[in-house]
């Protein structure tokens, strides 16, 4: 018995580890786009996951919330810090502070 339930933790690690990966790269290009909608400059090209938990969706379903921290520039000098969240895949909320347009 305890070899099944080792296997069903190696599949689930497996799982997680790959859609981990691909939520990763979807927020990835989601930041990208948020930084160039508010003419930004998206830095380093990466994107961290600093937050993982569960949310339910708008039909009541328990789904994994991600949060995604990345930074973003409006002239090239200063660093701000920005995030975005998905539920699933789905972008559900993100926030850019306020900053002096060029």
Known sequence: MAEWALLAILITSAWF????????????????????????QFLDETV??????????????????RTYTFDVSSQ??????????????QLVAWHIPPYAAK
């Open 17 to 40: 580890w790959m859609d981990s990966i691909a939520k990763r790269e979807a927020a990835l290009k989601i930041g990208r786009q948020l930084a160039e909608r508010c003419h930004l």
């Open 76 to 89: 090239g000098i200063e660093r701000m810090a920005c995030h975005l969240q998905l539920r699933g895949a």
């Open 48 to 65: 961290a996951c600093a937050r993982v938990g569960f949310a339910r969706d708008h039909n009541g379903r328990m789904q994994l919330q």
